[in-house]
């Protein structure tokens, strides 16, 4: 069936350092991957998203990068800073137009 | 621009007992969601709507849950009768198109008790 494989559920880095988010999706038609930011309490809010023309873009600190021959995506976040800790949501819009989640990560910035 | 409203923010109401959640959509966005979002968990669509037709609604309980959206603007979902499990936050987003990049509203936190 549809689903998006997260990986991992979660993930703790020193702040300054490097953070991976990884996924996966099963709908090769799939052609816009968003990812959303959710800190506790507050609404998912998208960060950045990436569509299956490209296979990379960034702003600022973070990228995604898209692999359609693999069929996964990743999340990178640099010089991470406390404001980053929050749970990350990976999704696929699938060729029925249903977005598809991924089930989180927390990530957790180490002071 | 006007983001996604939703109301009322916080429901506490007991078991077996009915709630209403409303959501108006950012002007002008077609779709319309709604999401139930367990705690530690990711949002889970319960019902897409275009315009003021329902695209999706595979994952709505309809024994309990109902939804409309009857003028393709304003929409609300019922719960009736709720239960414990529904104890969850909902939440509703918007987008210009299908598949296109969804806005969220603050969401309502009901419990159940």
């Known amino acids: 069936g549809e689903n998006v494989e997260q990986h991992p559920s979660t993930l703790s880095v020193q702040e300054g350092d490097s953070a991976v988010i990884k996924c996966t999706y099963s709908?090769?038609?799939?052609?816009?991957f968003p990812w959303y930011k959710q800190e506790l309490g507050k609404r998912p809010q998208l960060i950045i998203d990436?569509?299956?023309n490209v296979g990379e873009k960034k702003d600022q600190r973070i990228a995604v990068t898209l692999n359609k021959t693999a069929k996964h995506f990743s999340l990178h976040i640099t010089e991470t800073q406390p404001e980053d800790s929050a749970v990350y949501f990976c999704?696929?819009?699938?060729?029925?137009?249903?977005?598809?989640w991924g089930a989180g990560t927390k990530l957790i910035i180490k002071p | 621009e006007a983001g996604v409203a939703q109301s009322p923010r916080y429901k506490i109401i007991e078991k077996r007992q009915s709630v209403a959640f409303w959501c108006n959509p950012i002007?002008?966005?077609?779709?319309l969601y709604w999401y139930q979002q367990i705690l530690g968990q990711g949002p889970k669509l319960l019902i897409q709507?275009?315009?003021?037709?329902?695209?999706?609604d595979s994952q709505l309980p309809k024994d309990r849950f109902s939804a409309e959206r009857l003028k393709g603007v304003d929409s609300t979902l019922k719960i009736q009768p709720a239960k414990l499990e529904d104890s969850a936050v909902y939440l509703c987003?918007?987008?210009?198109?299908?598949?296109?990049?969804?806005?969220f509203g603050p969401g309502t936190r009901l419990t159940v008790t």
């Open positions: 999704a696929a819009v699938y060729s029925n137009y249903q977005l598809i």
């Open positions: 709908d090769s038609a799939s052609n816009y």
């Open positions: 990436i569509r299956s």
């Open positions: 987003a918007s987008s210009l198109e299908r598949g296109g990049e969804q806005y």
């Open positions: 709507f275009q315009n003021n037709g329902v695209v999706d």
């Open positions: 002007s002008g966005h077609a779709t």
